[in-house]
């Protein structure tokens, strides 16, 4: 059986090979061929003798039918999909019940239908489970680290002191957002059994619905399938559905990618202030022994990139010519791959060495690489404080041009930290800034002499998005 996924046969995540193995891609079309060849029974079309001849073997063998023995079919018989499958389901069924497959279906009843419960599948059974491994991860790194100091960076230069466990927090709390996005989109999807152009035709035109009492024809074959009818659809479900679950995937690719980009700057030779597991045996140059390279920082990156590119392939199936037309078809089968790169990413986070641990609870973070970063700007990165905390105490002049233009020069040049260059500015001046720094309280003298104690709410930011993922979690 081939059970290769779609897309770079590099990145195959096995835990998806159940809902799109490419020789199982016809499942999901012979639920929704099954389900409707029982509520054909059920409402009296098909005789109960002939229903009698689907039997438990038969179900599977039908369900078992592989894309290529289909494939085979379409291109030498049928040069049509559906159709090639029909055929095949046919030669397996009893003749009496066989003449009722398809009824009154068209292709893209169980292709469209078929294809939203490969995405429910794939959410609720692999990438749901999947996210909330990662967030448990992320709640022990976020709290462990909750008020270790750590610089901040903004335009890639020194800011204002976070801690490790805030960086942490602000990639899982967009992990969390978005989880609840792709929860919310996945239950949202609908399926279609509405016809050739959408308007139940064969239902009503055939009198299927008379006897269907409470229940219309598509919402009882759907409800066999767990799912519910699109509003209206035309031979294809709207594409709104799908499409917005999709970009909630590409949203938390995006997520891990931020993970990714952060990590691997962090992990410069310059910075150090993280690094990546290195397992025995691993090389990180062909040629460079002595490099550690940030190799799966940088593919949850690069996977999110192929997403990019992947999601504007759903955008350009948003329309369609009329009640149809096959501009999309071929397009629509490579939707997969989104969620195949999604998997690849939380499989990078997940993936465990032989004790068991997963390689994102083996990343480690360097105490006194970040202490040493901290210190190269703790004489200045005290810039924002000071100056309003001057203007606070009623310094009438411009505080801010004060510490940017008089005082961190000085700052700079003499390794001086800020508290000690004002005090010798306030000697020398017409007593302004003695004043200001006399109504300076003590506390906020004391903190402008520790940079790493200026983490504001870090921390309980930090444990507070920790709690929040622990309810996602039910914990």
């Known amino acids: 059986m081939n059970t290769a996924l779609p897309g770079n046969p590099r990145y195959q995540p096995q835990k998806l090979e159940p809902v799109f193995g490419y020789d199982r891609l016809y499942q999901t079309v012979a639920e929704v061929e099954l389900a409707t060849l029982e509520v054909l029974g059920e409402i009296g079309v098909i005789p109960d003798d002939e229903m009698a001849l689907l039997t438990p073997e038969k179900r599977d063998l039908i369900l078992a039918i592989p894309t290529t023995e289909v494939d085979r079919i379409e291109r030498?018989?049928?040069?049509?999909?559906?159709?090639?499958?029909?055929?095949?389901a046919q030669e397996i069924l009893d003749p009496k019940l066989g003449r009722w497959l398809h009824v009154p279906l068209t292709s893209y009843d169980p292709i469209s239908t078929g294809r939203v419960l490969q995405f429910v599948r794939a959410h609720n059974d692999v990438i749901k489970p999947s996210v909330k491994e990662v967030v448990s991860i992320f709640i022990d790194m976020v709290r462990r680290f909750a008020d270790v100091a750590q610089i901040g960076r903004t335009h890639g230069q020194h800011a204002l002191p976070v801690t490790v466990g805030f960086w942490l927090a602000t990639i899982l709390d967009r992990i969390l957002r978005n989880a609840q996005e792709m929860d919310r989109y996945a239950s949202l999807l609908e399926g279609k059994i509405s016809g050739a152009v959408g308007a139940h035709n064969a239902q009503y035109g055939l009198q299927f619905t008379d006897c269907c009492c409470d229940k219309s024809f598509e919402e009882r074959v759907l409800a066999k399938l767990g799912l519910k009818p699109a509003m209206i659809s035309t031979q294809i479900l709207p594409p709104e559905g799908l499409a917005y679950y999709l970009f909630s995937c590409v949203m938390m690719s995006a997520a891990f990618a931020q993970f990714g980009r952060d990590g691997r700057h962090l992990m410069r030779s310059e910075i150090g202030e993280i690094a990546e597991a290195f397992e025995s045996g691993q090389v990180g140059s062909s040629t460079m022994a002595h490099k550690r390279n940030p190799i799966n920082f940088e593919n949850l990156e690069g996977m999110f990139t192929r997403n990019l590119a992947e999601f504007f392939k759903v955008q350009q199936t948003l329309i369609s010519e009329h009640q149809r037309d096959l501009v999309g078809s071929s397009v629509s089968r490579d939707f997969p791959i989104i969620v195949v790169n999604l998997q690849q990413q939380l499989d990078t986070l997940l993936r465990c060495d032989k004790s068991g641990t997963p390689w994102l609870a083996r990343i480690t973070v360097d105490g006194e690489a970040l202490e040493r970063n901290l210190a190269m700007s703790a004489n200045v990165i005290l810039a924002e404080p000071l100056y309003i905390a001057l203007q606070m105490a009623g310094y009438e002049g411009d505080a801010h041009e004060l510490v940017n233009w008089k005082l961190v020069p000085k700052v700079r040049s003499s390794g001086r930290s800020?508290?000690?260059?004002?005090?010798e500015c306030a000697g020398s001046?017409?007593?302004?800034?003695?004043?200001?720094?006399?109504r300076i309280p003590r506390d906020v003298i004391e903190l402008l002499r520790h940079p790493e104690r200026y983490t504001g709410d870090a921390k309980?930011?930090?444990?507070?998005?920790?709690?929040r993922a622990e309810q996602y979690l039910g914990v």
Request: aromatic content about 6%; cysteine-free.
């Open 418 to 423: 800020f508290i000690e260059v004002l005090a």
């Open 76 to 88: 030498e018989i049928t040069k049509h999909d559906i159709r090639a499958w029909v055929r095949r």
């Open 429 to 438: 001046d017409d007593g302004v800034i003695t004043q200001a720094l006399d």
């Open 460 to 467: 309980e930011q930090a444990l507070a998005v920790a709690s």
